[in-house]
T-cell receptor
């Protein structure tokens, strides 16, 4: 079956530090890959996505590259801010048997706390 | 633009009580989903729907029922609540197409005593 493994947290950084959150996956077929962010007390928001190998998703200074050879989709940001404190979820999407619908499989989430 | 809304935001039930969670979306999306979020486990799919009048089981469907009588609404029912159903419930919707983005509601925090 499909699965997503994320770097265990929590991760605590100082403002302007470099961030990496590792994500690896196993999947049948050719998945699309996502990073979602959940701010305290809110639902999940899409942060970025990539739908094919070597695609780079980017948004708000965050980046992740779809690496098929290493089955990875690591999240990076060059300089984090206090406002980036949140829970980050890596997820993959696979279609259900030739149809256009399917399901997201989530990692367990990584809590990021950024201090001033 | 409201996006995906959920009611209620919070609820406390006693074991054996029933309740219905309502999800509504105004994006004309075909697909809708119910997830539960538990600490350290990410989100797990309970049930989903690929169109009005259709529903299907996800990873953890036991103890839940769903209905999609209107395209914009997706209801999640607990017939006889159990403490193991204490969780945060999220509804999501998406359009059609490969890897189409799912948009999430703000969640419902349910406690079963």
């Amino acid at each position: 079956g499909n699965s997503v493994t994320q770097m265990e947290g929590p991760v605590t950084l100082s403002e302007e530090a470099f961030l990496t959150i590792n994500c690896t996956y196993t999947a049948t077929g050719y998945p699309s890959l996502f990073w979602y962010v959940q701010y305290p007390g809110e639902g999940l928001q899409l942060l970025l996505k990539a739908t094919k190998a070597d695609d780079k998703g980017s948004n708000k200074g965050f980046e992740a590259t779809y690496r098929k050879e290493t089955t990875s989709f690591h999240l990076e940001k060059g300089s984090v801010q206090v406002s980036d404190s949140a829970v980050y979820f890596c997820a993959l999407f696979t279609n259900a048997g030739g149809t256009s619908y399917g399901k997201l499989t989530f990692g367990q989430g990584t809590i990021l706390t950024v201090h001033p | 633009n409201a996006g995906v809304t959920q009611t209620p935001k919070f609820r406390v039930l006693k074991t054996g009580q029933s309740m219905t969670l309502l999800c509504a979306q105004d994006m004309n999306h075909e697909y809708m989903y119910w997830y539960r979020q538990d600490p350290g486990m990410g989100l797990r799919l309970i049930h989903y729907s690929v169109g009005e009048g259709t529903t299907a089981k996800g990873e953890v469907p036991d103890g839940y029922n769903v209905s999609r009588l209107k395209k914009q609404n997706f209801l999640l029912g607990l017939e006889s609540a159990a403490p193991s159903q204490t969780s945060v419930y999220f509804c999501a919707s998406s359009g059609t197409g490969r890897g189409n983005t799912q948009y999430f509601g703000p969640g419902t925090r349910l406690t079963v005593l």
